[in-house]
C-alpha cells in the first residue's frame, strides 16, 4: 500500500555532503514516523534517524548527531536527510522506512529499495 523510492546517493569525499531524498507513494496519510537507516556489508541494519509526520519530532542516531539532518515536506511526501561532515564509517546502503508508529527498531512496515553512499579518504 506504500512505496518508499530513495535517490541521492553517490561518491563523496570525507568532509563532504550529501543530502538524500525518500518519496512515498501510496497510503501514506496513514504513516506516523519516516525514517533513515543503514547497512554497511557484513553489518547490522542500524538505525540513523526519525521523524514523525505530524509534529516533526526528529530523532538521531549518536553516530550522526551534529552532522545529519532530517526534515520531512508532507506536501511532497517527501522525507530529506542531510548528510554533512561526511566520514568513511558513513560508508553503507542507506534504506528509507516509515510505519504507522514511532519505531527505532528495524521493524518498519515500509522499506525502500536502498541508495549507495560511499565516503572516500
Known amino acids: 500500500q506504500v512505496q518508499l523510492v530513495e535517490s541521492g546517493g553517490g561518491l563523496v569525499q570525507a568532509g563532504g555532503s550529501l543530502r538524500l531524498s525518500c518519496a512515498a507513494s501510496g497510503r501514506t496519510s496513514a504513516l506516523y514516523t519516516m525514517a533513515w537507516f543503514r547497512q554497511a556489508p557484513g553489518k547490522e541494519r542500524d538505525f540513523v534517524s526519525a521523524i514523525t509526520r505530524s509534529a516533526g519530532n526528529t530523532y538521531y542516531a549518536d553516530s550522526v548527531k551534529g552532522r545529519f539532518n532530517i526534515s520531512r515536506d508532507n506536501a511532497k511526501n517527501t522525507v530529506y536527510l542531510q548528510m554533512n561532515s561526511l566520514k568513511p564509517e558513513d560508508t553503507a546502503v542507506y534504506y528509507c522506512?516509515?510505519?504507522?508508529?514511532?519505531?527505532?527498531?528495524?521493524?518498519?512496515?515500509?522499506w525502500g529499495q536502498g541508495t549507495q553512499v560511499t565516503v572516500s579518504s
Open positions: 522506512a516509515a510505519d504507522r508508529r514511532f519505531l527505532r527498531t528495524a521493524d518498519y512496515d515500509y
